[in-house]
């Protein structure tokens, strides 16, 4: 299966609101509400910021929003801080008990 | 607290082996199903193995098919990932995570282990 499909960066300036776009297919991320997304920074292991589409596990900020429609997800980050930069993954249960990422996305705090 | 815990990463020449292993703490291992992820340097995630608590149910991606195996010892909370016929493009940063209860969702990720397959 191929990689879900995310801008390479995206950029805004702290207040800012951004929307990372994840794009996938009617086989993967069409298919099932199991996308989830991952926050990582430098060095760090990713850490689950959205699961079930727009579920927010527990001390996640509720600056951080998700969605989907169609064979797109979406991220936004409201309020954008300089501690939010950093890169940002998709996934989606692609079947059989395996999962498909997305290739990423940096996002910069101006 | 969860935690995952990996070893067994190392510098390995194109051909050979290499055995990675993962200790969970704070939770019921046996219960959750676990899965390998794997990230190569400077790029994204790649999900390469799963097997569920019992391990009566594994599945790989077409990438490592033939060549790893994953396996699980719940009496000392362990996961394993058997690396054979290591080529140069498997060098990346090997995470075990493990699969929320009741959701199909990776929850909680180990700090990982490096292989680097090189001569």
């Known amino acids: 299966q191929s990689a879900l499909t995310q801008p390479a960066s995206v950029s805004g300036s702290p207040g800012q609101s951004i929307t990372i776009s994840c794009t996938g297919t009617?086989?993967?991320?069409?298919?099932?509400?199991?996308v989830s997304w991952y926050q990582q920074h430098p060095g760090r292991a990713p850490k689950l910021m959205f699961y079930e589409v727009s579920k927010r596990p527990s001390g996640v900020s509720s600056r951080f929003s998700a969605s989907k429609s169609g064979n797109t997800a979406s991220l936004t980050i409201s309020g954008l801080r300089a501690e939010d930069e950093a890169d940002y993954y998709c996934?989606?249960?692609?079947?059989?008990?395996?999962?498909?990422f997305g290739n990423g996305t940096r996002v910069t705090v101006l | 607290e969860v935690q995952l815990v990996e070893s067994g990463g190392g510098l390995v020449q194109p051909g050979g082996s290499l055995r990675l292993s993962c200790v969970g703490s704070g939770f019921i291992f046996r219960s959750y199903e676990m899965n390998w992820v794997r990230q190569a340097p400077g790029k994204g995630l790649e999900w390469i193995a799963y097997?569920?608590?019992?391990?009566?149910?594994?599945y790989y991606a077409d990438s490592v098919k033939g060549r790893f195996t994953i396996s699980r010892d719940n009496a000392k909370n362990s996961l394993f990932l058997q690396l054979n016929s290591l080529r140069a493009d498997d060098t990346a940063l090997y995470y075990c995570?493990?699969?929320?209860?009741?959701?199909?969702?990776?929850?909680?990720w180990g700090q990982g282990t490096l292989v680097t397959v090189s001569s």
């Open positions: 009617s086989s993967d991320l069409g298919s099932y509400n199991l």
């Open positions: 097997i569920s608590g019992s391990d009566n149910s594994i």
């Open positions: 995570a493990r699969e929320m209860g009741g959701s199909t969702t990776l929850d909680y």
């Open positions: 996934c989606s249960y692609g079947g059989s008990s395996n999962y498909v």
